[in-house]
Nanobody, 129 residues
Framework: QVQVVESGGGSVQPGDSLKLSCVASGRTFSRSLMAWFRRAPGKAREFVAA???????TYDAAVKGRFTISRDDAKNTVYLTMNALKPEDTGLYYC???????????????????????WGQGTQVTVSE
C-alpha cells in the first residue's frame, strides 16, 4: 500500500523560508514523477513544482526563482525549499506521486492533477505579518 506523507509546514513572516518534505512509501521511488501542489483559501488546487526520475524540474511562474524542488531517492523523499515567502504563498501544500514514470518531464502533463496516482493529506503553510 502506497502512502504519501508531507511535513514541514508552519506559520512564517514574509521573506522567511520553509522546507517541506514528502515521504512516499510502498513502491519503488526512483522511477517516480513527484510534484507539489497547493490550495489557497477559497481557490482551486494549483501546480507548484515537479521533479522527474532523472532530476529534471519545472516550476509554476509564480514560484520560479524562489522555490526549489529536489529529491533523495535513498530516503524516498522529495523536498520543496521555499525562500522569500509571500502572503500569497499561503495554502495547504500537497505532495503528489506518479510512481511509474520513467520518461522525462516532457512526456507527462505534470501540471495536471490527473497525472498523479497518489496524494498526501497536505501540510499548511501560512505567511503573514
Amino acid at each position: 500500500q502506497v502512502q504519501v506523507v508531507e511535513s514541514g509546514g508552519g506559520s512564517v513572516q514574509p521573506g522567511d523560508s520553509l522546507k517541506l518534505s514528502c515521504v512516499a512509501s510502498g513502491r519503488t521511488f526512483s522511477r517516480s514523477l513527484m510534484a507539489w501542489f497547493r490550495r489557497a483559501p477559497g481557490k482551486a488546487r494549483e501546480f507548484v513544482a515537479a521533479i522527474g526520475s532523472s532530476g529534471s524540474t519545472t516550476y509554476d511562474a509564480a514560484v520560479k526563482g524562489r522555490f526549489t524542488i529536489s529529491r533523495d531517492d535513498a530516503k524516498n523523499t522529495v523536498y520543496l525549499t521555499m525562500n522569500a515567502l509571500k502572503p500569497e504563498d499561503t495554502g495547504l501544500y500537497y505532495c503528489a506521486a506518479d510512481l511509474n514514470a520513467r520518461e522525462g518531464l516532457s512526456a507527462y502533463n505534470v501540471q495536471q492533477e490527473y497525472e498523479y496516482d497518489y496524494w498526501g493529506q497536505g501540510t499548511q503553510v501560512t505567511v503573514s505579518e
